[in-house]
């Protein structure tokens, strides 16, 4: 069956850096762009960046632009999320997600936070103190 399975989080202090990885398994990765979302404690759910699986185009939301690196390796089937400059309003469980309206390109409305994800992986901690 489809999995995702994030891993990488903890706590750091403000200004440093973690790495983030997202195993694909049941479903053909190289066809499917995928996404980062983060939710804080009493936050809405927010979508910060996502990666097409096309031409492996980057976006990113304006919270995390110059800061987070995205990027996939096909055949790991994983996905990354390089952070740095860590500030304590990052702190959020993360998930990648995918499926439902992500096919081949991230689409046009992947900042949304109400899209349409099929599938979804069980999340990861991310605490960053002052």
């Known amino acids: 069956q489809v999995q995702l399975v994030e891993s990488g989080g903890g706590l750091v202090q403000a200004g440093g850096s973690l790495n983030l990885s997202c195993v694909a398994s049941g479903f053909s990765f190289r066809f499917y762009s995928i996404s980062w979302i983060r939710q804080a404690p009493r936050k809405e759910r927010e979508a910060i960046s996502c990666?097409?699986?096309?031409?492996?185009?980057?976006y990113y939301a304006d919270s995390v632009k110059g800061r987070f690196t995205i990027s996939r390796d096909e055949a790991k089937k994983t996905l990354y999320l390089q952070m740095d400059s860590l500030k304590p309003e990052d702190t959020a469980v993360y998930y990648c997600?995918?499926?439902?309206?992500?096919?081949?390109?991230?689409?046009?409305?992947?900042?949304?936070?109400?899209?349409?994800?099929?599938?979804w992986g069980q999340g990861t901690q991310v605490t960053v103190s002052q």
């Open positions: 997600a995918t499926g439902g309206a992500m096919t081949y390109s991230c689409p046009d409305s992947w900042a949304d936070a109400k899209l349409n994800y099929g599938y």
């Open positions: 990666m097409s699986s096309r031409d492996r185009r980057a």
